[in-house]
Structures are given as C-alpha cells and as structure tokens.
C-alpha cells in the first residue's frame, strides 16, 4: 500500500467531522416563532414517516436481492464478496440521503429566522446546512471505497478468488469488484429519487389545486394543509432523494475511474497502482478545497439577485480553479504518463460543466429573457404557455449536447496515444464535467436551493 494513499481516508474522516462541526452550528441557530417551530415541526415529522415507510419496502427488496446474490455466489458464479459489496452500498447510500434530509429539515426554519436579521446570515445557515448534506456525500462514499479497497489490498493473497491471478491482474479484479458495490448505492438511488420524486411532484401539484385554485389562498401559505406536504416532499424527493442520486454519481465516477486506470495500465504494476489511487487522491484533494469554498460563500445586504448568485458561485468557481491546479501537480508528482494530457481532459470537463450549467441557469433563471418570454405567454392561456415551455426545454438541450461531443472530442485529442489510456483520460473528462472533484461545494449548493425554499 503506497503511503500517500492514507491521505484518501484522512480527507473523508475531515469532511465528515466538518459535516458534523456545520450541524453544530446550524442547531445553535433559533428557529423564531411558535409558529415557525410548530410548521417545522410537522414538516419533519411528515419526512420522517415517509422515509421510514420507504426504507421498510427498500430493506425488504435488499434482503431478497442480496439473497438471491449470495446463493449465485455459493455457487460459483459471483465473486463472492458481491453480496457484501451489494448491502454495503446500499446502507452508505441511504446513510447519505438521510443524514441530509435531517439537517435540511432542521435548517429551514432557522434559515427564515436567521434572513429576519440579515441576508448574509440566512445565506449562511441556509448553505453551511446544505453544506452537510455534500460534506456527509462525498465523505461516506470516499471512506467506503477507501476502507474496502484497504481491506481488498491486503486480503487479496488470502481470498482465492483473488490470489490465483497476477499482481497487476489482482489490482484489476480488485477495482473491477468495487464496481459491485454500485449495484447497491444504485438501487438505492433509484428507490430515493423516482418514489420521492414522484412523491414531491404530486404533493406539490395538490397544494396548488387545492390552495390557490380551489381556495385561492396564496401559494405556500399555512393556512393551506396541502403546503405541509409539499415542503415533505421537497425533503423527500429533493434533499434526500438527490442525496442518495448524488452519492451514486460520485461513488460510481471514481470507481470506474479506478478500473479504467487498472486496465490502461496492465503492462507496469507499479504505474498501475498508481492510476487507481490518483482518482481517490484528487477526490480526497477536493474535499479540502471545497471545504474552503464553502467559507467563502457570504453575501451584502440588499443584495440583487445576480449578486446572491455570485456569491454562492464565488465558492464553488475557486474551488474548482484551485482542483484545477492540484490535479496537474498530483498527476504529475504520481509520474503518470501523458500527465499533461490527463489533466486537460479534467480541465476540458470542468470547463463544460461550467458551459451547461450556466446555460441552464440561462434557460431557467426568471432574470434571463427565456424565463421571462415564457412568462409572458402564459398570460394568453394554458396552451400557449405549455407549447411555448416544451419548445424551450427542446431548445436547451444544444448547448449541453454539443458540450459534451466537443469535450469528448478534446479528450481523444490528447490521449491518442493509447486507446487505454484515452478512455481512462476520457472518464477524467467526465469527473470534471459534473465537478465530482469539488462536490462538496457543488453539493452543498444544490441542497441550499431546497432549505431557502
């Protein structure tokens, strides 16, 4: 085991204890009223039962799957870790998911408490509590894959399965088996996103009919039962479904990455042990600049809202500069071949995340003419508005698709020199593109839309 492996586990220990550290603060914060305590109250108690009962159905299909996984395995026809591997992710998936959904239903009301006396402190406690969720992310996924990788490593000579192959041949199966363990965190995404996404999306549905056209009270009024369940399900599908969604991304990049590298590097042991850690090694770099972009995010008072929006860019657009930076010196420093051309590709993928996303914000933000044009058509009824949204959402689609055939294209550019090594280069790409490398700040972003709202 290389020593500057370690430094992956030290970086998901940090981000959890720093997950932990942000909770602490946040839950110093008042929660305001009566009122505003007896709202957030049933707000949680709403998220928990709905979780409780996901989790009852979500336990029972594991339970049966991993069965069935475990009798292939007895068998012969699995590694018989997959099992394992398959619960494993699972539980650290829905771990994830949970530990946000939490402190996101703790933080709303002091976030509306907290923006009573300044808009810098309700941006605060709002961000550093979505903070948790992308801290608790990234620090789960790294520890679990870092730990089993550990364990692998060292076990690999007295497992069968393993020690009857090559060293270079062993690392290989050993990463291509922690590709397992996404069949769980998978599973456990899609349990959490499509049955709370399809719980929020009606919840929110039936408010609107219920309240604004039915009663005509005003849109998330209290006075409106059905707002309860929409503020649910926005935990639910939104905070702790993405969670889970989001865990499973970032799991499943740096895994394949790791595989990829194990397999574009089969000729040299030592350069290949190399090219599986880098990937941990620039995750685990990441959650410290992401650490540091997360202090970085406050905003002035009276504060327009492209300004509020600069301000929470302003963390996440440093750390992805400074992930930027620390991937050339890593990638170099480990003496992996075509270093330069590795590290552009991740360049080439934060760069286009950076392209989609500011053009989604174009295509959605109510302060961008798209918005405002669609806006506009809906004063002459339903219909025009639903043609002229559809039409829209058609439209948006161009700018990230010819982002990603032009990223891909760059990437083949530099790694021509080995088909191997260009898919590995080419998954960099990908890493940079969703800013997995940074997530914790990204994370925590996405998490504070939900915890404001």
């Given amino acids: 085991m290389e020593p500057f492996f370690y430094f992956v586990p030290f970086a998901a220990l940090t981000s959890l204890g720093f997950a932990y550290y942000f909770f602490k603060k946040m839950m110093q914060e008042s929660e305001g009223t009566d009122q505003m305590k007896s709202i957030a109250q049933f707000v949680r108690e709403g998220a928990m039962s709905y979780l409780k009962q996901q989790y009852k159905v979500v336990i029972k299909v594991f339970l049966i799957i991993a069965l069935i996984l475990g009798t292939m395995a007895y068998f012969g026809v699995l590694n018989p870790l997959v099992p394992f591997a398959f619960l494993s992710g699972g539980f650290f998936a829905g771990l994830a998911g949970f530990l946000g959904m939490k402190a996101a239903t703790l933080a709303s009301a002091r976030t509306a408490n907290a923006a009573k006396r300044s808009l810098n402190d309700g941006l605060r406690v709002a961000f550093r509590s979505g903070a948790v969720m992308g801290l608790v992310v990234v620090g789960l996924a790294l520890f679990d894959i870092s730990m089993w990788y550990m364990a692998l490593t060292l076990l690999a000579e007295r497992i069968a399965f393993f020690a009857e192959h090559t060293e270079a041949g062993r690392t290989l199966v050993i990463t291509t088996t922690l590709l397992t363990f996404g069949i769980g ?177 174009y295509f959605t933000s109510s302060i961008y003419r798209p918005t405002q044009k669609l806006a506009e058509s809906a004063k002459t009824g339903p219909a025009t508005v639903i043609i002229s949204g559809i039409g829209l959402g058609l439209v948006s689609t161009i700018i990230p698709i010819l982002t990603i055939v032009i990223t891909i294209t760059l990437s083949y550019l530099c790694h021509s020199i080995r088909y191997q090594q260009w898919f590995f280069g080419c998954w960099k790409s990908k890493y940079g593109s969703l800013r997995h490398w940074y997530c914790g700040c990204g994370y925590a972003l996405n998490a504070w839309h939900y915890i404001s709202n």
């Fill in 185 to 361: 965190v998978s599973l456990q995404a899609l349990f959490a996103r499509v049955g709370g996404g399809i719980y929020t999306k009606a919840a929110d549905v039936g408010a609107d009919l219920v309240g604004k056209v039915e009663a005509g009270i005003p849109e998330d009024d209290p006075r409106n039962p059905a707002t309860i369940a929409d503020n649910v399900g926005d935990n639910v599908g939104d905070v702790a479904g993405m969670g889970t969604d989001l865990y499973e991304s970032y799991y499943m990049a740096i895994l394949a990455a790791t595989a990829l590298g194990a397999a574009a590097f089969m000729g040299c042991p030592e350069m290949q042990l190399r090219a599986v850690v880098a990937p941990m090694l620039i995750a685990a770099a990441g959650i410290f600049l992401s650490i540091l972009g997360i202090f970085l995010v406050r905003a002035k008072e009276n504060a327009s809202m492209k300004q509020l929006m600069a301000s929470l860019n302003r963390g996440t657009n440093l750390s992805a500069i400074l992930i930027t930076i620390s991937t050339f010196v890593i990638l170099y420093l480990l003496g992996i071949p075509n270093w330069w051309g590795v590290s552009l590709a991740v360049v080439f993928g934060l760069i286009a995340g950076l392209v989609i996303g500011k053009g989604t914000e």
